[in-house]
């Protein structure tokens, strides 16, 4: 009887000390303020009232979670480079890029002639790192890059 009480309580602590917060988060979304992360902050200003200066400021954002993925496994979150492909294969986003980017924002971006082939990368990165998103963006993709 003992045995048995004993091992449940070692069992039973070891369940509750597994269960702690972890140290860090397994993608990182953007510096966070007010418990809102940057990708939501700007995703939202951008879809409520959107603007060419809102879409720069989004593509900015995108190659900052692209170019330095943080978290645990050091990889952009899930999506965002199918997003951030999809944004620069759109005419009108190279469009608003040309008339409405900042200085900084054209030196960490480049040039809009590039955002076709970017994007087309960007689909093969997302389809790489989530192997599972080949079934929506492998067609996807042969219709946008044929």
């Given at each position: ?85 999809w944004l620069l294969v759109q005419p009108e986003t190279a469009a608003a890029f040309e008339e409405h980017a900042s200085a900084s924002q054209r030196r960490i971006l480049g040039s809009s002639e590039q955002f076709r ?30």
């Amino acid at each position: 009887m003992r045995i048995r009480l004993t091992i449940t309580v070692l069992v039973a602590g070891l369940l509750l000390c597994s269960c702690g917060p972890t140290a860090e988060v397994l993608y990182y979304w953007g510096g966070e303020s007010d418990g809102v992360t940057e990708y939501e902050r700007l995703a939202y200003r951008s879809s409520d009232k959107q603007s060419p200066e809102s879409v720069c400021a989004m593509l900015v954002m995108y190659e900052k979670l692209v170019s330095n993925p943080g978290g645990y496994r050091q990889v952009p979150p899930p999506g965002i480079c199918a997003e951030y492909g999809w944004l620069l294969v759109q005419p009108e986003t190279a469009a608003a890029f040309e008339e409405h980017a900042s200085a900084s924002q054209r030196r960490i971006l480049g040039s809009s002639e590039q955002f076709r082939e970017r994007g087309r990368k960007l689909f093969e990165m997302e389809m790489n790192y989530y192997p599972e998103s080949v079934v929506f963006l492998g067609p996807l993709a042969k219709k946008l890059f044929r």
